[in-house]
T-cell receptor, first 113, second 116 residues
C-alpha cells in the first residue's frame, strides 16, 4: 500500500495561494493521486486527480514531479470557505481486484482574514 | 449533493446493542465503500463491495459486517456495540470497477453513531 505523508496543519490568509505537499515514496506504477476536501461533519469531496506532470481544473492545480514520489495541491487565492481538511489519496490495487483506498491523516487548512 | 444517500443521519444507542446503517449509492455506481471516522483515528477504510461481492477489506472488526444487495444499496451492521464504536460512518460510491486505481469516490453525508 502506498502510504502518504502530509503536514498536519497549515495557516493562510484570504487571497493567498496555498500549496499542500504530499509524500508517497512507494507509489506504484498504476497508482493515481487524488485529493479530497472535507468540511466538519460532511463527507470528503473530490477536488482533483492526476497521474503525472500537471493537472488543473476550476478549483485547484495538482503538480506531480517525474519521479511521482510526491505531489502538490495548489489552491489559488483561498477564501475563508476553503478552511477544511485536505486529504491526499493514492490508490492501491490488491491482488485479485478491489481497491483498499486508504486516506492519510490529512492537512487542516485554516484561512483567516 | 453527491447523490449518495445515507440513513439515518444520527443514531444513539447503548453498549451491547446492534444497529444497521444504510447506504444508497449514486445511480449507476456499482462500487460501495464504507469508512469510519473518529476523532483519534481519522478516516479508516472498512470494506468495499462491487456489484454485490466483497472486494476489499480494511480495518473492519469481526463485530461488524456489511453486504450489498441486488439493487446495489448497502448495509453496514454493527453489533455488540462498545463506547469506542462511536464515530461518523461514511459510505462512498464509485462508477468504476474495482480494478481501476483512478477511482473517484462520492461520499454521503454520513451517519453519526453515538454509543452511550
Amino acid at each position: 500500500l502506498a502510504k502518504t505523508t502530509q503536514p498536519i496543519s497549515m495557516d493562510s490568509y484570504e487571497g493567498q495561494e496555498v500549496n499542500i505537499t504530499c509524500s508517497h515514496n512507494n507509489i506504484a506504477t498504476n497508482d493515481y493521486i487524488t485529493w479530497y476536501q472535507q468540511f466538519p461533519s460532511q463527507g470528503p469531496r473530490f477536488i482533483i486527480q492526476g497521474y503525472k506532470t500537471k493537472v488543473t481544473n476550476e478549483v485547484a492545480s495538482l503538480f506531480i514531479p517525474a519521479d511521482r514520489k510526491s505531489s502538490t495541491l495548489s489552491l489559488p487565492r483561498v477564501s475563508l470557505s476553503d478552511t477544511a481538511v485536505y486529504y491526499c489519496l493514492v490508490g492501491s490495487i490488491l491482488t485479485g481486484g478491489g481497491n483498499k483506498l486508504t486516506f492519510g491523516t490529512g492537512t487542516q487548512l485554516k484561512v483567516e482574514l | 449533493d453527491s447523490g449518495v444517500t445515507q440513513t439515518p443521519k444520527h443514531l444513539i444507542t447503548a453498549t451491547g446493542q446492534r444497529v444497521t446503517l444504510r447506504c444508497s449509492p449514486r445511480s449507476g455506481d456499482l462500487s460501495v465503500y464504507w469508512y469510519q471516522q473518529s476523532l483519534d483515528q481519522g478516516l479508516q477504510f472498512l470494506i468495499q463491495y462491487y456489484n454485490g461481492e466483497e472486494r476489499a477489506k480494511g480495518n473492519i472488526l469481526e463485530r461488524f459486517s456489511a453486504q450489498q444487495f441486488p439493487d446495489l444499496h448497502s448495509e453496514l451492521n454493527l453489533s455488540s456495540l462498545e463506547l469506542g464504536d462511536s464515530a461518523l460512518y461514511f459510505c462512498a460510491s464509485s462508477s468504476r470497477d474495482s480494478i481501476a486505481t483512478n477511482e473517484k469516490l462520492f461520499f454521503g453525508s454520513g451517519t453519526q453513531l453515538s454509543v452511550l
